[in-house]
T-cell receptor, first 111, second 116 residues
Framework: DAKTTQPNSMESNEEEPVHLPCNHS???????IHWYRQLPSQGPEYVIH???SNVNNRMASLAIAEDRKSSTLILHRATLRDAAVYYC????????????FGAGTRLFVKA | SAVISQKPSRDICQRGTSLTIQCQVD?????MFWYRQQPGQSLTLIAT?????????ESGFVIDKFPISRPNLTFSTLTVSNMSPEDSSIYLC?????????????FGSGTRLTVV
């Protein structure tokens, strides 16, 4: 199964941009890159996903490297409510549509 | 996107007993997934459940311990059998959503299980 690698934790100041990196060097051509975040005592929630092109939505932006072996989730202005564990995962035909979670990055936001 | 109702939200169970966790989805979905999340850890996929076929289990998980039902396209159950304290964890169900350009997953709020 394709795996992802993320830093264990990151810190950000409130109202500053945050760039959360993810490496997925074994990604296959049919794998989508998904980002989810998990707030304390809640299930993961969808943030954004992409295949090859950069993507923007109201929550975040996703920058995908040209070779697709890495991606970066961008929170444009971090708030205290963005403090969570962020998971970068791959999903697609590889492994039969399974979604495998890595360890994630715990984001700390300082006021 | 789909909304999942998962219950119970939490339970405290005696060792040796079994607990069945239910997930109800407000729309028909093909694929449902069951995860375990141990304290402070990431999510570990237990199995994939498609309606009309037997669940596919990941390495380290077996049907006798975690039997799964998927009677229709909106419902699934996971049973944690013959529980021991090591089964204390959060269990989550998830469904795959595909609609137009949208492709993602929705998760239930989880079942926090404590085995004593």
């Amino acid at each position: 199964d394709a795996k992802t690698t993320q830093p264990n934790s990151m810190e950000s100041n409130e109202e500053e941009p945050v760039h959360l990196p993810c490496n997925h060097s074994t990604i296959s051509g049919t794998d989508y890159i998904h980002w989810y975040r998990q707030l304390p005592s809640q299930g993961p929630e969808y943030v954004i996903h992409g295949l090859t092109s950069n993507v923007n939505n109201r929550m975040a932006s996703l920058a995908i490297a040209e070779d697709r072996k890495s991606s970066t989730l961008i929170l444009h202005r971090a708030t205290l409510r963005d403090a969570a564990v962020y998971y970068c995962i791959l999903s697609g035909y590889t492994g039969g549509f399974k979604t495998i979670f890595g360890a994630g990055t715990r984001l700390f936001v300082k006021a | 996107s789909a909304v999942i109702s998962q219950k119970p939200s939490r339970d405290i169970c005696q060792r040796g007993t079994s607990l069945t966790i239910q997930c109800q989805v407000d729309s028909q979905v093909t694929m449902m997934f069951w995860y375990r999340q141990q304290p402070g850890q990431s999510l570990t996929l237990i199995a994939t459940a498609n309606q009309g076929s037997e669940a596919t289990y990941e390495s380290g998980f077996v049907i006798d311990k975690f039997p799964i039902s998927r009677p229709n396209l909106t419902f699934s159950t996971l049973t944690v059998s013959n529980m021991s304290p090591e089964d204390s964890s959060i269990y989550l169900c998830s469904v795959e959503i595909r609609a137009g350009n949208m492709y993602g997953y929705t998760f239930g709020s989880g079942t926090r299980l404590t085995v004593v």
